[in-house]
């Protein structure tokens, strides 16, 4: 479930800056939560790729 999260806000930054079409920087702020979850899952020790 995380890990279904953080794809899809990536994929969401990945957009965000090929669109060069921003929201005063909201989309780096999904950046950075994508990254907090895929680390939350890698501390638990669960499969971050799963």
Do not use: C, D, Q
């Not at 005063?24 to 971050?48: D, K, T, Y």
Request: hydrophobic share 65%; glycine share 6%; charged share 10%.
């Amino acid at each position: 479930m995380l890990t279904t999260i953080a794809v899809i806000l990536l994929v969401l930054w990945i957009i965000g800056l090929v669109s060069s079409y921003t929201i005063s920087g909201f989309i780096h702020v999904l950046l950075v939560i994508a990254i907090i979850l895929f680390l939350i899952r890698i501390i638990r020790g669960e499969n971050p790729l799963k």
